[in-house]
Protein backbone atom coordinates (compact mmCIF):
# COMPACT_ATOMS: atom_id res chain seq x y z
CA UNK A 1 0.00 0.00 0.00
CA UNK A 2 1.29 3.61 -0.91
CA UNK A 3 1.79 5.67 1.74
CA UNK A 4 -0.67 8.45 0.01
CA UNK A 5 -3.40 6.02 0.12
CA UNK A 6 -2.92 5.18 3.18
CA UNK A 7 -2.75 8.64 4.19
CA UNK A 8 -6.22 9.59 2.72
CA UNK A 9 -7.92 6.43 3.64
CA UNK A 10 -7.23 7.19 7.11
CA UNK A 11 -8.12 10.53 7.20
CA UNK A 12 -11.73 9.72 5.41
CA UNK A 13 -12.38 6.97 7.82
CA UNK A 14 -11.74 8.82 10.35
CA UNK A 15 -14.08 12.37 9.56
CA UNK A 16 -16.95 8.99 8.74
CA UNK A 17 -16.86 7.59 11.85
CA UNK A 18 -16.42 10.92 14.32
CA UNK A 19 -19.65 12.39 11.96
CA UNK A 20 -21.56 8.67 12.60
CA UNK A 21 -21.07 8.99 16.25
CA UNK A 22 -21.68 12.41 16.91
CA UNK A 23 -24.78 13.05 14.38
CA UNK A 24 -26.49 9.17 14.86
CA UNK A 25 -24.80 7.90 17.81
CA UNK A 26 -25.06 11.39 19.65
CA UNK A 27 -21.98 10.62 21.50
CA UNK A 28 -19.89 13.53 22.55
CA UNK A 29 -16.75 13.81 21.63
CA UNK A 30 -14.54 15.96 23.36
CA UNK A 31 -12.12 17.00 20.55
CA UNK A 32 -13.62 21.02 20.90
CA UNK A 33 -9.59 22.25 21.25
CA UNK A 34 -7.55 19.35 19.18
CA UNK A 35 -6.97 22.13 16.78
CA UNK A 36 -4.70 23.47 18.32
CA UNK A 37 -2.25 20.61 17.64
CA UNK A 38 -2.23 20.78 13.55
CA UNK A 39 1.32 21.15 13.63
CA UNK A 40 1.68 17.51 15.23
CA UNK A 41 0.29 16.87 11.66
CA UNK A 42 3.16 18.14 9.60
CA UNK A 43 5.76 16.88 11.96
CA UNK A 44 4.13 12.94 11.13
CA UNK A 45 3.92 14.09 7.46
CA UNK A 46 7.73 15.44 7.89
CA UNK A 47 8.67 11.99 9.30
CA UNK A 48 6.66 9.68 6.40
CA UNK A 49 8.77 12.32 3.97
CA UNK A 50 12.40 10.88 5.74
CA UNK A 51 11.44 8.21 7.03
CA UNK A 52 13.80 5.23 4.90
CA UNK A 53 11.76 2.16 6.05
CA UNK A 54 8.92 1.33 4.28
CA UNK A 55 6.90 0.46 7.52
CA UNK A 56 7.82 3.39 9.19
CA UNK A 57 6.75 5.62 6.53
CA UNK A 58 3.27 3.79 6.02
CA UNK A 59 2.88 4.48 10.16
CA UNK A 60 3.52 7.92 9.93
CA UNK A 61 1.24 8.41 6.92
CA UNK A 62 -1.84 6.57 8.81
CA UNK A 63 -1.25 8.61 12.11
CA UNK A 64 -0.74 12.42 10.09
CA UNK A 65 -4.04 11.18 8.53
CA UNK A 66 -5.69 10.84 11.53
CA UNK A 67 -4.72 13.55 12.90
CA UNK A 68 -5.58 15.49 10.27
CA UNK A 69 -8.98 14.22 10.24
CA UNK A 70 -9.45 15.12 14.48
CA UNK A 71 -8.16 18.58 13.80
CA UNK A 72 -11.01 19.45 10.71
CA UNK A 73 -13.84 17.58 12.99
CA UNK A 74 -12.30 19.40 16.21
CA UNK A 75 -12.02 23.18 13.78
CA UNK A 76 -15.57 22.49 12.46
CA UNK A 77 -17.35 21.92 16.26
CA UNK A 78 -16.44 24.32 17.70
CA UNK A 79 -19.29 25.92 19.96
CA UNK A 80 -18.17 29.63 18.89
CA UNK A 81 -19.18 28.61 15.20
CA UNK A 82 -22.33 30.55 14.01
CA UNK A 83 -24.24 27.10 13.37
CA UNK A 84 -23.38 25.47 16.62
CA UNK A 85 -24.23 28.18 18.71
CA UNK A 86 -27.62 29.39 17.46
CA UNK A 87 -30.71 28.24 20.03
CA UNK A 88 -30.26 30.04 23.48
CA UNK A 89 -33.13 28.94 24.96
CA UNK A 90 -32.26 25.28 26.19
CA UNK A 91 -32.46 24.09 29.87
CA UNK A 92 -30.20 21.80 30.58
CA UNK A 93 -30.41 18.84 33.42
CA UNK A 94 -28.69 16.52 34.57
CA UNK A 95 -29.07 13.44 36.85
CA UNK A 96 -32.44 13.00 38.99
CA UNK A 97 -33.52 16.82 37.62
CA UNK A 98 -36.92 16.64 36.26
CA UNK A 99 -38.11 19.44 33.70
CA UNK A 100 -41.75 20.44 33.81
CA UNK A 101 -43.98 22.18 31.82
CA UNK A 102 -47.01 22.96 33.51
CA UNK A 103 -50.71 22.66 31.78
CA UNK A 104 -52.20 24.74 29.58
CA UNK A 105 -55.39 24.44 27.97
CA UNK A 106 -54.21 26.70 25.33
CA UNK A 107 -52.65 24.13 24.00
CA UNK A 108 -53.95 22.11 21.41
CA UNK A 109 -51.44 20.88 19.14
CA UNK A 110 -47.84 19.59 20.44
CA UNK A 111 -44.76 18.73 18.17
CA UNK A 112 -42.19 16.92 20.13
CA UNK A 113 -38.94 15.85 19.06
CA UNK A 114 -36.85 13.55 20.04
CA UNK A 115 -33.00 13.14 19.37
CA UNK A 116 -31.32 10.44 21.54
CA UNK A 117 -28.51 8.27 21.04
CA UNK A 118 -28.30 5.72 23.88
CA UNK A 119 -29.98 4.29 26.71
CA UNK A 120 -33.34 3.35 28.35
CA UNK A 121 -36.35 5.81 27.36
CA UNK A 122 -40.08 5.40 28.72
CA UNK A 123 -42.33 7.80 26.65
CA UNK A 124 -46.34 7.87 28.36
CA UNK A 125 -49.24 10.22 27.95
CA UNK A 126 -51.32 10.77 31.30
CA UNK A 127 -49.66 13.06 33.03
CA UNK A 128 -50.96 16.45 34.59
CA UNK A 129 -48.29 18.22 33.49
CA UNK A 130 -48.37 19.63 29.59
CA UNK A 131 -45.00 17.90 29.74
CA UNK A 132 -42.74 16.09 32.26
CA UNK A 133 -39.02 15.02 32.27
CA UNK A 134 -37.16 13.33 34.47
CA UNK A 135 -33.33 11.80 33.63
CA UNK A 136 -31.30 9.27 35.44
CA UNK A 137 -27.41 8.36 34.80
CA UNK A 138 -25.04 10.25 34.00
CA UNK A 139 -24.80 14.10 34.64
CA UNK A 140 -25.70 16.94 32.02
CA UNK A 141 -27.16 14.30 29.82
CA UNK A 142 -30.19 15.88 28.08
CA UNK A 143 -31.31 19.40 26.66
CA UNK A 144 -34.88 20.73 26.42
CA UNK A 145 -35.83 23.06 23.99
CA UNK A 146 -39.35 24.69 24.27
CA UNK A 147 -41.28 27.75 22.22
CA UNK A 148 -45.13 28.35 22.58
CA UNK A 149 -46.56 30.41 20.10
CA UNK A 150 -50.75 31.01 20.10
CA UNK A 151 -51.97 26.87 20.49
CA UNK A 152 -48.92 24.99 19.40
CA UNK A 153 -46.37 23.81 21.57
CA UNK A 154 -42.78 22.92 20.30
CA UNK A 155 -41.48 20.28 22.47
CA UNK A 156 -37.55 19.33 21.44
CA UNK A 157 -35.55 16.99 23.70
CA UNK A 158 -31.90 16.04 22.89
CA UNK A 159 -28.79 13.99 24.10
CA UNK A 160 -26.38 16.48 25.50
CA UNK A 161 -23.11 15.02 26.49
CA UNK A 162 -21.82 11.26 27.09
CA UNK A 163 -18.75 11.20 29.03
CA UNK A 164 -18.07 7.77 29.58
CA UNK A 165 -16.51 7.28 33.33
CA UNK A 166 -15.94 3.64 34.47
CA UNK A 167 -16.55 4.69 38.24
CA UNK A 168 -19.57 6.62 37.55
CA UNK A 169 -23.49 4.63 36.67
CA UNK A 170 -23.55 5.42 33.13
CA UNK A 171 -26.76 3.93 32.81
CA UNK A 172 -28.93 6.38 31.22
CA UNK A 173 -32.47 6.50 31.61
CA UNK A 174 -34.96 8.86 30.47
CA UNK A 175 -38.69 9.20 31.16
CA UNK A 176 -40.84 11.58 29.73
CA UNK A 177 -44.86 11.87 29.88
CA UNK A 178 -47.17 14.31 28.27
CA UNK A 179 -50.58 14.90 28.83
CA UNK A 180 -53.67 13.19 27.16
CA UNK A 181 -55.81 16.69 26.23
CA UNK A 182 -53.54 18.26 23.60
CA UNK A 183 -52.91 16.75 19.63
CA UNK A 184 -49.70 15.29 18.96
CA UNK A 185 -47.10 14.84 16.19
CA UNK A 186 -44.11 12.97 17.19
CA UNK A 187 -40.48 13.08 15.62
CA UNK A 188 -38.34 10.33 17.07
CA UNK A 189 -34.17 9.70 16.18
CA UNK A 190 -32.92 7.08 18.31
CA UNK A 191 -29.31 5.94 17.84
CA UNK A 192 -28.36 2.40 19.86
CA UNK A 193 -31.73 3.25 22.42
CA UNK A 194 -34.26 0.41 24.23
CA UNK A 195 -37.51 2.43 23.91
CA UNK A 196 -40.72 2.07 25.49
CA UNK A 197 -43.05 4.31 23.62
CA UNK A 198 -46.69 4.15 25.08
CA UNK A 199 -48.89 6.48 23.33
CA UNK A 200 -51.91 4.92 23.55
CA UNK A 201 -53.59 7.26 25.99
CA UNK A 202 -52.34 10.04 23.46
CA UNK A 203 -54.07 11.91 20.20
CA UNK A 204 -51.39 11.20 17.79
CA UNK A 205 -51.50 13.03 14.07
CA UNK A 206 -48.58 11.60 12.80
CA UNK A 207 -45.14 9.51 13.68
CA UNK A 208 -42.08 9.85 12.73
CA UNK A 209 -39.82 7.07 13.83
CA UNK A 210 -35.76 7.19 12.10
CA UNK A 211 -33.27 4.61 14.19
CA UNK A 212 -29.98 3.33 14.00
CA UNK A 213 -29.66 0.14 15.81
CA UNK A 214 -32.53 1.15 18.72
CA UNK A 215 -34.88 -1.30 20.38
CA UNK A 216 -38.43 0.25 19.66
CA UNK A 217 -41.50 -0.03 20.75
CA UNK A 218 -44.62 1.78 19.59
CA UNK A 219 -48.28 1.51 20.99
CA UNK A 220 -50.69 3.81 19.39
CA UNK A 221 -54.52 3.91 20.25
CA UNK A 222 -56.44 7.36 19.93
CA UNK A 223 -57.19 9.34 17.12
CA UNK A 224 -56.67 13.61 15.99
CA UNK A 225 -59.03 12.45 12.98
CA UNK A 226 -60.22 9.56 11.20
CA UNK A 227 -56.58 8.92 10.16
CA UNK A 228 -52.91 8.08 11.38
CA UNK A 229 -49.46 8.30 9.14
CA UNK A 230 -46.70 6.35 10.77
CA UNK A 231 -43.05 6.51 8.69
CA UNK A 232 -40.63 4.01 10.13
CA UNK A 233 -36.78 3.78 8.71
CA UNK A 234 -34.09 1.59 10.87
CA UNK A 235 -31.01 0.57 10.32
CA UNK A 236 -29.93 -2.15 12.38
CA UNK A 237 -33.23 -1.93 14.78
CA UNK A 238 -36.00 -3.84 16.10
CA UNK A 239 -39.68 -2.38 15.97
CA UNK A 240 -42.85 -3.40 16.86
CA UNK A 241 -45.82 -1.54 16.56
CA UNK A 242 -49.15 -2.36 18.30
CA UNK A 243 -52.26 -1.15 17.33
CA UNK A 244 -56.08 -1.07 18.11
CA UNK A 245 -58.03 -4.07 16.88
CA UNK A 246 -61.13 -2.26 15.47
CA UNK A 247 -59.06 0.33 13.24
CA UNK A 248 -57.70 -0.49 9.65
CA UNK A 249 -54.18 -0.88 8.80
CA UNK A 250 -51.90 -0.44 5.62
CA UNK A 251 -48.60 -1.26 5.52
CA UNK A 252 -46.51 -0.16 2.70
CA UNK A 253 -42.55 -1.55 3.29
CA UNK A 254 -38.95 -0.68 1.51
CA UNK A 255 -36.81 -3.26 3.16
CA UNK A 256 -33.80 -5.20 1.76
CA UNK A 257 -32.58 -7.85 4.26
CA UNK A 258 -34.86 -7.18 6.95
CA UNK A 259 -37.41 -9.74 8.98
CA UNK A 260 -41.15 -8.58 8.95
CA UNK A 261 -44.37 -9.65 10.64
CA UNK A 262 -47.67 -8.42 10.20
CA UNK A 263 -49.82 -9.84 12.87
CA UNK A 264 -53.48 -9.87 11.23
CA UNK A 265 -52.73 -8.45 7.61
CA UNK A 266 -53.07 -9.45 4.38
CA UNK A 267 -50.53 -9.12 1.51
CA UNK A 268 -51.65 -7.60 -1.06
CA UNK A 269 -48.86 -6.95 -2.98
CA UNK A 270 -45.30 -8.15 -2.13
CA UNK A 271 -44.80 -4.65 -1.07
CA UNK A 272 -48.49 -3.74 0.72
CA UNK A 273 -50.31 -5.19 3.12
CA UNK A 274 -53.62 -4.87 4.94
CA UNK A 275 -55.82 -5.65 7.54
CA UNK A 276 -59.72 -7.06 6.18
CA UNK A 277 -61.55 -4.64 7.80
CA UNK A 278 -59.64 -1.92 5.80
CA UNK A 279 -62.08 -0.79 3.14
CA UNK A 280 -65.05 -1.10 5.80
CA UNK A 281 -63.00 0.73 8.91
CA UNK A 282 -63.49 4.49 9.85
CA UNK A 283 -60.23 5.27 11.10
CA UNK A 284 -57.08 3.95 9.06
CA UNK A 285 -53.78 3.68 10.17
CA UNK A 286 -51.12 4.10 7.10
CA UNK A 287 -47.61 2.55 7.91
CA UNK A 288 -44.54 3.07 5.94
CA UNK A 289 -41.79 1.33 6.34
CA UNK A 290 -38.04 1.63 4.97
CA UNK A 291 -34.76 -0.72 6.73
CA UNK A 292 -31.77 -2.34 6.03
CA UNK A 293 -31.14 -5.62 8.16
CA UNK A 294 -34.06 -4.34 10.65
CA UNK A 295 -36.59 -6.88 12.42
CA UNK A 296 -40.58 -5.24 12.24
CA UNK A 297 -43.06 -6.37 14.01
CA UNK A 298 -46.65 -5.19 14.06
CA UNK A 299 -49.60 -6.28 15.23
CA UNK A 300 -53.28 -5.50 16.49
CA UNK A 301 -54.25 -5.68 20.35
Request: net charge negative; charged share 20%.
Amino acid sequence: MKTKQLFWGVLFLTLGVAYLLVEVMYVHLAIGGFYHYWPLSLILIGLAVLSNNNYAKLTFSGLSGLVVALVIFSFFSKSWLPWNNWDDKIHKFSTSEQFVEPFDNKVKMVNATFKIGAGSIEISGNDSNLVKVKSGGMKDLFSVDTDKQDNNFDFDISMENVHLNLNEDNHRRLEVGFNNKPNYIFNFEFGAADVNMDLSSLKVEKINLSTGAASCILKVKEFVSDTMTIHIEAGAASVRVILPEDVGAQIKKKTALSSTHFDGFREITDDLFQTGNFSSAKKKIFIEIEGGVASFYVSRN
